[in-house]
């Protein structure tokens, strides 16, 4: 198994025109259905995002707790326990926070512009050691890039969409690398009943850092 160090070096050179052939050979088109933004039965909407990315979606009404959750895989039932991710928050019923429907029932991200990158690349990702595929099994693919259950998927897109697209893949592939690094080099044991480890180091469910005392505005304990 190769080193996350030299994953990542690959990543860097991931060619984004390589990418975005595949991806224009499989098409795109976002239908705004929602269904990448909602739960599934019994399954909540778990998307990743990164530290610097929950911290972009903060402002004056919403703070650390309003934008993520911790990733409840390596958790109890009461949610306690350690993770290693962080997932944008979700509402009553499971769906991601930020997602909303027009009277007609079209989807839309009430923070299009700022979302992360899990959800700019949906329904794709690339096939690299230490990246994470959390969008299920592909069903389709063209070299590295895989494709997972989305209605969108076969649609014509146009090579500038494909581009963009690419580019934000290849972003992702590297910061999730990134990510992993830093959470194996900043990882220490703590005690706690919940606790993110990230690339940070371990933090408490509303984003404080363990051993910070400055309170994030509510801290809603």
């Known amino acids: 198994m190769e080193s996350l160090e030299t994953e990542l070096e690959r990543a860097r050179g991931l060619d984004v025109g390589g990418l975005a052939d595949a991806i224009e050979s499989i098409g795109f088109e976002c239908t705004r259905c929602g ?3 909602k739960s599934e039965a019994d399954d909540p909407h778990t998307a990743t995002v990164f530290p610097d990315e929950v911290r972009e979606l903060e402002d004056e009404e919403r703070d650390w707790r309003d934008v993520a959750r911790p990733m409840p895989y390596g958790l ?3 949610g306690e326990g350690q993770t290693f991710e962080w997932a944008l928050q979700t509402d009553g019923c499971g769906d991601c926070t930020f997602y909303a429907e027009d009277e007609d029932g079209t989807g839309a991200c009430t923070v299009h512009d700022e979302r992360p990158l899990i959800c700019r690349t949906y329904p ?4 690299l050691g230490g990246t994470s595929q959390p ?6 693919e063209e070299g ?3 494709a997972h259950e989305c209605e969108g998927l ?12 690419a580019a934000a893949l290849k972003e992702r592939a590297v910061r ?6 830093g959470v194996r080099e900043n990882y220490r044991p703590v005690e706690g009943s919940t606790i993110v480890h990230d690339s940070e180091g371990p933090k ?7 051993g910070d005392t400055t309170i994030r505005g509510d801290s809603h304990d």
């Open 204 to 210: 408490r469910p509303d984003g404080r850092e363990i």
């Open 76 to 78: 109890d039932e009461a």
């Open 135 to 140: 969008m299920g099994e592909a069903v389709d």
């Open 176 to 181: 999730e690398l990134e990510e992993a690094i």
């Open 144 to 146: 590295m890039v895989r």
């Open 154 to 165: 076969g649609r014509d897109i146009s090579r500038a969409e494909a581009e963009e697209l």
């Open 35 to 37: 269904a990448c933004c």
């Open 124 to 127: 794709f990702s690339v096939a």
